[in-house]
């Protein structure tokens, strides 16, 4: 059974510090990893999607990379700001899946200092 | 778009009352996803339906729960007689495609089942 975890659960760095958030997968056969931000009281934001073929995405300051056969996805986010704070989750979509369901991680909460 | 578009945002409601959720997906999307949030479990996909038809409802808890998609813009999550332990967000999302496409989120509904 595909487990995702992620760890710190939560992080809390000054304003302007780059950071890294990690996400571990138990089974590499995954069809894609999402990474999604989630503010408080609100739904989930896809921020990035790295398919299995990928080693990395990118978007502005964020950046996403994916080793499948250690079972890794890492979130590097440069120069933090306090618009950062949010949840970020990450989730994968497994090979054998007929097309739908996404297992999430539980999420790391940041939280950037001014 | 106005994106996916959920209602209630907040339902409150006494132990043995039926309630239901609704959901508007993003439109020309043709997959339909409800999730349920809680500390405890995290992110648990309940139900998903392609082209209106339920595809894999093996995570709907119980038989006190139904979902129907009676077409492409509109769909319900229903809870009859509702429970304490049902309390929890409740997300609906879409997307273009399954596999490879990012997921969209609607804002949720707060339930709290006294």
């Known amino acids: 059974k595909q487990e995702v975890t992620q760890i710190p659960a939560a992080l809390s760095v000054p304003e302007g510090e780059n950071l890294v958030l990690n996400c571990s997968f138990t089974d590499s056969a995954i069809y894609n990893l999402q990474w999604f931000r989630q503010d408080p009281g609100k739904g989930l934001t896809s921020l990035l999607l790295i398919q299995s073929s990928q080693r990395e995405q990118t978007s502005g300051r964020l950046n996403a990379s994916l080793d499948k056969s250690s079972g890794r996805s890492t979130l590097y986010i440069a120069a933090s700001q306090p618009g950062d704070s949010a949840t970020y989750l990450c989730a994968v979509r497994e090979i054998y899946n007929q097309g739908g369901k996404l297992i999430f991680g539980q999420g790391t909460e940041l939280s950037v200092k001014p | 778009d106005a994106g996916v578009i959920q209602s209630p945002r907040h339902e409150v409601t006494e132990m043995g009352q039926e309630v239901t959720l609704r959901c508007k997906p993003i439109s020309g999307h043709d997959y339909l996803f409800w999730y349920r949030q809680t500390m405890m479990r995290g992110l648990e996909l309940l139900i998903y339906?392609?082209?209106?038809?339920?595809?894999?409802d093996s995570g709907m808890p119980e038989d006190r729960f139904s979902a129907k998609m009676p077409n492409a813009s509109f769909s319900t999550l229903k809870i009859q007689p509702s429970e304490p332990r049902d309390s929890a967000v409740y997300f609906c999302?879409?997307?273009?495609?399954?596999?490879?496409?990012?997921?969209?989120f609607g804002s949720g509904t707060q339930l709290s089942v006294l």
């Open positions: 339906f392609n082209n209106n038809v339920p595809i894999d």
């Open positions: 999302a879409s997307s273009l495609g399954a596999w490879g496409e990012k997921l969209f």
